[in-house]
C-alpha cells in the first residue's frame, strides 16, 4: 500500500507563488506527476519528475512553475510563480507502483485576480 500526502495550497493574489508538497509514505519512487482539475472542467497534467530526473510541465505552466524531489525525505515540490487566476483549481500528485496508480488527496489552489 502506498500513500501520498499532499500540504501546501492555499490562497494567493495574482502574481504570487505558493507551494505544494507531495510526500509518499514508502520509498518506492517511481515517477511524481502533479495534475489539476478547475471547477466544470477535466482534470489536466500539470507536471512531472521520474526517478531519473526528467521534468516535463504542460505548456500552459511551462517558465512559471518548477517541480523537484527531496529524495532523503520521499517527498516532491511544485512551486508555483506568476499565478494566474487561470490557475485556481484542485491540485493532486499521482504515482504509479506495481502496476497501481496512487493519488494525493488534493489541494485547493487559489489564485485571486
Known amino acids: 500500500q502506498v500513500q501520498l500526502m499532499e500540504s501546501g495550497g492555499g490562497l494567493v493574489q495574482a502574481g504570487g507563488s505558493l507551494r505544494l508538497s507531495c510526500a509518499l509514505s514508502r520509498n518506492i519512487f517511481t515517477y511524481m506527476g502533479w495534475y489539476r482539475q478547475a471547477p466544470g472542467k477535466q482534470r489536466e497534467f500539470v507536471a512531472i519528475i521520474t526517478s531519473g530526473g526528467d521534468i516535463t510541465f504542460a505548456d500552459s505552466v511551462k517558465g512559471r512553475f518548477t517541480i523537484s524531489k527531496d529524495n532523503a525525505k520521499n517527498t516532491v515540490y511544485l512551486d508555483m510563480n506568476s499565478l494566474k487566476p487561470d490557475d485556481t483549481a484542485v491540485y493532486y500528485c499521482?504515482?504509479?507502483?506495481?502496476?497501481?496508480?496512487?493519488w494525493g488527496q488534493g489541494s485547493q489552489v487559489t489564485v485571486s485576480s
Open positions: 499521482k504515482t504509479h507502483y506495481m502496476g497501481k496508480e496512487y
